[in-house]
């Protein structure tokens, strides 16, 4: 049924495959093959990505494409905007600009992934800035992937067999409870952020604590950048604040190009 649905939506159409390298966007990516359909699969990098999954896409998927979502280094781009939290989240901004070009989109969302993805997506649908998308395996479990991929021999990244169930950004302000252990296990890309984040506070103590529309930069309280680091890894947030969502719930449109709003559709 997922092969006929991509026919009868993309057949003859622009397609764009969105691809993350995870074990959903995978089976969408062979779906395509399987249904005999023209597309393009894109992998829109933001440079917060295990470099397990970076390696895993250019060893088994050489035909996607890496669209650069960024314009700085990691460092400096976290020193002019700070480290991204649960509220301001420009990491997922950079990436979730329309790729044009496109008629559609195929996208590996499913339904049983949450409650919030069950709610905001369909099967087919359209997106606010006006493309349309379809998510082909949006009824699928998580058995279904796995005998998909499994059955066909496909592999899989790494990250699967080390425990991980989900792929996506090292250190997702989204999910804080895996934080601590995204900076044990890549501690390179926790010293890029933490560098990043020193320039930021530096920036904030040079224009008098206070930031471009008067307001107090609340992450000083903590006194000392470190402090504010630690809180962050934590929590997702640099102030002394709880979050007013206790969801703990990773981005998963990591690298696809698409955000958790984007299936909402329009009243």
Same mark, same amino acid.
């Given at each position: 049924?997922?092969?006929?649905?991509?026919?009868?939506?993309?057949?003859?159409?622009?397609?764009?495959?969105?691809?993350?390298?995870?074990?959903?966007?995978?089976?969408?990516?062979?779906?395509?093959?399987?249904?005999?359909?023209?597309?393009?699969?894109?992998?829109?990098?933001?440079?917060?990505?295990?470099?397990?999954?970076?390696?895993?896409?250019?060893?088994?998927?050489?035909?996607?494409?890496?669209?650069?979502?960024?314009?700085?280094?990691?460092?400096?781009?976290?020193?002019?905007?700070?480290?991204?939290? !649960?509220? /301001?989240?420009?990491?997922? +901004?950079?990436?979730?600009?329309?790729? $044009?070009? &496109? #008629?559609?989109?195929?996208?590996? =969302?499913?339904?049983?992934?949450?409650?919030?993805?069950?709610?905001?997506? !369909?099967? /087919?649908?359209?997106?606010? +800035?006006?493309?349309?998308?379809?998510? $082909?395996? &949006? #009824?699928?479990?998580?058995?279904? =992937?796995?005998?998909?991929?499994?059955?066909?021999?496909?592999?899989?990244?790494?990250?699967?067999?080390?425990?991980?169930?989900?792929?996506?950004?090292?250190?997702?302000?989204?999910?804080?409870?895996?934080?601590?252990?995204?900076?044990?296990?890549?501690?390179?890309?926790?010293?890029?952020?933490?560098?990043?984040?020193?320039?930021?506070?530096?920036?904030?103590?040079?224009?008098?604590?206070?930031?471009?529309?008067?307001?107090?930069?609340?992450?000083?309280?903590?006194?000392?950048?470190?402090?504010?680091?630690?809180?962050?890894?934590?929590?997702?947030?640099?102030?002394?604040?709880?979050?007013?969502?206790?969801?703990?719930?990773?981005?998963?449109?990591?690298?696809?190009?698409?955000?958790?709003?984007?299936?909402?559709?329009?009243?």
């Amino acid at each position: 049924m997922a092969v006929d649905r991509i026919r009868y939506y993309c057949d003859g159409k622009k397609t764009l495959c969105a691809f993350s390298g995870g074990k959903d966007s995978q089976v969408c990516y062979h779906l395509c093959k399987d249904a005999g359909i023209v597309f393009s699969a894109q992998y829109s990098i933001t440079r917060f990505e295990p470099p397990e999954l970076i390696g895993f896409i250019r060893a088994n998927y050489p035909a996607v494409t890496f669209r650069r979502a960024y314009r700085r280094s990691l460092v400096d781009e976290i020193g002019y905007n700070g480290l991204p939290n !649960r509220w /301001f989240r420009w990491c997922c +901004d950079a990436k979730h600009k329309k790729t $044009p070009g &496109f #008629d559609i989109a195929v996208i590996g =969302v499913r339904a049983a992934e949450s409650p919030r993805r069950k709610a905001n997506w !369909r099967t /087919f649908g359209r997106k606010k +800035d006006g493309s349309w998308y379809i998510c $082909p395996i &949006f #009824d699928w479990t998580d058995a279904d =992937v796995w005998e998909y991929l499994n059955g066909k021999g496909i592999p899989h990244c790494s990250l699967y067999d080390e425990g991980f169930h989900r792929i996506g950004c090292v250190c997702c302000p989204l999910a804080p409870s895996n934080m601590r252990r995204d900076a044990k296990r890549w501690p390179k890309t926790a010293a890029m952020l933490y560098a990043g984040f020193c320039k930021n506070w530096e920036k904030a103590i040079n224009a008098g604590g206070k930031t471009v529309h008067g307001k107090f930069y609340r992450m000083l309280e903590w006194g000392s950048p470190r402090a504010a680091f630690e809180h962050w890894l934590n929590t997702g947030m640099t102030i002394k604040a709880k979050a007013d969502d206790p969801a703990d719930e990773p981005c998963l449109f990591a690298g696809t190009g698409f955000s958790e709003s984007d299936g909402r559709e329009e009243n």
